[in-house]
């Protein structure tokens, strides 16, 4: 974590989606909630919001095409 805000906060929250892609829909529940553990705490340590509902989350990230 400590080296996540040394990032840019673009790559930081890109890697952040990826976490919550993977809590989303990684068929072991083991790493699901590893990875939802470590995008609530990105989200929370590093740019201060609680992260959103998975519907909303899943909406705001379909293909708009």
Known sequence: MDELEYLTCHYV???ADSM???ALF???????S???KLHF????EIFH???ER???F?????DKA
């Open 41 to 44: 705490l990105i989200a929370e």
């Open 34 to 36: 590893w990875a939802w």
């Open 26 to 32: 990684h068929p072991q529940a083991d790493v699901r």
């Open 58 to 62: 899943v909406e705001r990230h379909k």
């Open 13 to 15: 929250h890109h890697f």
């Open 54 to 56: 998975d519907e909303v």
């Open 20 to 22: 919550r892609i993977v």
């Open 49 to 51: 919001f609680v992260p």
